[in-house]
Structure formats: C-alpha cells, structure tokens
C-alpha cells in the first residue's frame, strides 16, 4: 500500500454561497470547480493550495451525512483523504489489518475520483478518505 500525498481536506459547510466568498476574498483562494454528488446528498466546492486541495462540503438533504455532521459537531473539517495509486489494493490491506471499512470497494466521488472512506472508530477518530484520480494512471 503506498499513499502518495494528502489530496484534500473535507470541510463541511452549511452554505457554499457563505463560505466560498471567505477562501476567495478573505485568503486569496480561487474555487476551481463546484459539482453536486448526487447519490452522496452533497454539493462540493473546491480549491488547491500547492498540491492540497480544501473540498467545501454542503449538504443538499437535511437527512444526508454533512448535514447530520453539522447537526451533531458543527461546522469545520470533516474528513482527510489520501491518494493513492490503488484504493481497492489500500482497503484489502487496511482491512486485513483490522482497520474498519465504511466503503469495502471504491465508488465514485467527486472530480470523478474513486473513493472509499475509513470508520473513524479504527482511525483514532479521524474520518479517513482513501481515494485515486484514474486519469492518472
């Protein structure tokens, strides 16, 4: 299992419209993409620092996960993702070392990439995102 690089930080938001303006006007950072994932009750934003990207997270079902994690925590970073050249090969090895799957085989997130996500009970309480960009291969 090799990860490469951290490719984003998750932050949940309750309002794109409010929070985007604060990482254009405020820090100076350019939202490249904004894209719905319908089957995960989310719409994202995005914005790359050097080789990290911030995902902006706002729910688009009061019953979807963001908005059940801004109900329950607030708002603020939601999750760390990886990179890695192969999730499946990540989750195979994460799992055979007792760490627990939320997602046993990739799916589809946003920006098209393959994605599988960590219970944060097995990541000492960090939700963990493993994910690999396939046009890169």
């Keep these: 299992m090799e990860l490469t690089h951290i490719d984003h930080l998750g932050i949940a938001v309750k309002s ?4 985007i303006p604060y ?5 100076g950072l350019k939202c490249y993409a ?4 319908a089957d995960q009750k989310v719409k994202t934003a995005f914005f790359k620092i050097g080789q990290t990207k911030l995902e902006l997270l706002e729910s688009t079902d009061p019953e979807g996960n963001i908005a059940k994690y801004i109900e329950k925590k607030g708002e603020g970073i ?3 993702a990886f990179a890695t050249n192969s999730v499946q090969t990540c989750l195979d090895e ?3 070392k007792g760490v627990r799957l939320i997602d046993e085989h990739p799916r589809k997130g946003a920006e098209g990439m393959n994605i ?3 219970h944060p009970k097995s990541t000492c309480s960090v939700l963990t995102e493993i994910c690999e960009d396939p046009n890169k291969k």
């Excluded at 794109?16 to 929070?19: F, I, Y």
């Excluded at 904004?34 to 994932?37: D, K, M, N, S």
């Design 16 to 19: 794109l419209e409010t929070a």
């Design 23 to 27: 990482y254009e006007e405020k820090l």
């Design 34 to 37: 904004i894209e719905e994932v």
């Design 78 to 80: 939601h999750h760390i």
């Design 94 to 96: 994460l799992s055979a």
């Design 116 to 118: 599988a996500f960590l």
